[in-house]
């Protein structure tokens, strides 16, 4: 009897070893294929044209580094440095304001009660669940009669006036799970609403207001559409339209240039996610469970 149990525990432990092989081999397989692009572009940066459309090898025959050195310089007498500077100044302020307003919106939310409450939430899920282009004509008039057009007023000025959904209901459900106790407690000790705001709802929701800044910088700093749409003078680009500005400005495009500067504008929302990755894996799950 105990010979039958040892085997059986013995084959138990064969199987389970066999099953989390097969567990690691297909996630590594799954790694792979989301990161092969990325491994492409970094070789491909140092490829010739014809390389490029010819070969299937990664590891370049001939390493040409002067594919970043030219592509940086772009068109029209202007640099990529100046198109980050441009980025980071349409990016960063849109950041702040939107975790600003949004906190302060979502605080208002989940804490105080006052008349038209219900009303004005369900107006904000509904403006959640309205498709963005719908919302395309009507906000381009109204930026056009304000005169906002060719500038990044039409992304920081709503910014600080909570006109993100997604992320006030993120934040309500975050706020909602803190316990009321510890907000009494610092109004006993002589905090009014905004300190207690301030000194205790603000710190607890570290995370899930750095997942929240981190999603709008990758939305703000990926985004193209709106860029091209409200803004029209090249020296006012961001990185995404002046990618888009060195395919059209000549009749041959010189591929590697064009991948190189990819990869550099890839490289800001990378570092920033590695480092607030912590942050940012502990802000969604806990956002998700507390409600």
Same mark, same amino acid.
């Given at each position: 009897?105990?010979? =039958?149990?040892? /085997?059986? =525990?013995?084959? *138990?432990?064969? /199987? =389970?070893?066999?099953?989390?092989?097969?567990?690691?081999?297909?996630?590594?397989?799954? #790694? +792979?294929?989301?990161?092969?692009?990325?491994?492409?572009?970094?070789?491909?940066?140092?490829?010739?044209?014809?390389?490029?459309?010819?070969?299937?090898s990664l590891i370049p025959k001939s390493w040409d580094f002067g594919a970043f050195k030219k592509g940086w310089q772009s068109v029209n007498g202007? !640099?990529?440095?100046?198109?980050?500077?441009?980025?980071?100044? +349409?990016?960063?302020?849109?950041?702040?304001? !939107?975790?600003?307003?949004?906190?302060? @919106?979502?605080?208002?939310?989940?804490?105080?009660?006052?008349?038209?409450?219900?009303?004005?939430?369900?107006?904000?899920?509904?403006?959640? +669940?309205?498709?963005?282009?719908?919302?395309?004509?009507?906000?381009?008039?109204?930026?056009? %009669?304000?005169?906002?057009?060719?500038?990044?007023?039409?992304? $920081?000025?709503?910014?600080?006036?909570?006109?993100?959904?997604?992320? $006030?209901?993120?934040? @309500?459900?975050?706020?909602?799970?803190?316990? /009321?106790?510890?907000?009494?407690?610092?109004? $006993?000790?002589? #905090?009014?609403?905004?300190?207690?705001?301030?000194? @205790?709802?603000?710190?607890?929701? /570290?995370?899930?207001?750095? *997942?929240?800044?981190?999603?709008?910088?990758?939305? %703000?700093?990926?985004?193209?559409?709106?860029?091209?749409?409200?803004? =029209?003078?090249?020296?006012?680009?961001?990185?995404? &339209?002046?990618? %888009? &500005?060195?395919?059209? *400005?000549?009749?041959?495009?010189?591929?590697?240039?064009?991948?190189?500067?990819?990869?550099? !504008?890839?490289?800001?929302?990378?570092?920033?996610?590695?480092?607030?990755?912590?942050?940012?894996?502990?802000?969604?799950? !806990?956002?998700?469970?507390?409600?």
């Amino acid at each position: 009897m105990k010979m =039958n149990n040892l /085997k059986y =525990n013995n084959l *138990s432990k064969f /199987k =389970n070893r066999i099953g989390r092989a097969f567990s690691y081999v297909f996630i590594v397989l799954v #790694c +792979l294929m989301m990161i092969f692009p990325v491994i492409w572009l970094l070789t491909a940066a140092f490829k010739d044209n014809t390389e490029i459309f010819s070969s299937m090898s990664l590891i370049p025959k001939s390493w040409d580094f002067g594919a970043f050195k030219k592509g940086w310089q772009s068109v029209n007498g202007l !640099t990529y440095s100046n198109y980050f500077l441009n980025s980071f100044l +349409l990016v960063i302020p849109t950041v702040i304001l !939107t975790v600003a307003s949004s906190c302060l @919106v979502a605080y208002g939310f989940a804490r105080f009660h006052f008349k038209g409450k219900k009303i004005l939430f369900a107006i904000m899920m509904g403006m959640l +669940l309205l498709p963005e282009q719908v919302l395309i004509i009507p906000r381009y008039l109204l930026y056009n %009669r304000l005169g906002w057009l060719d500038s990044y007023k039409p992304f $920081i000025i709503p910014a600080g006036f909570a006109t993100y959904p997604f992320f $006030i209901y993120m934040m @309500v459900q975050f706020f909602r799970g803190i316990p /009321k106790e510890l907000e009494e407690a610092a109004i $006993i000790d002589g #905090c009014n609403s905004a300190g207690v705001f301030l000194r @205790v709802m603000i710190p607890l929701a /570290k995370p899930s207001i750095i *997942s929240m800044a981190l999603l709008q910088f990758v939305w %703000r700093w990926n985004d193209f559409f709106s860029n091209m749409l409200y803004i =029209n003078s090249v020296e006012k680009y961001p990185v995404t &339209l002046a990618l %888009r &500005l060195s395919l059209d *400005s000549t009749d041959l495009i010189i591929w590697n240039q064009v991948l190189a500067m990819t990869l550099c !504008t890839i490289i800001p929302p990378v570092i920033l996610y590695v480092i607030m990755q912590r942050y940012f894996v502990e802000g969604i799950s !806990t956002t998700g469970l507390k409600g």
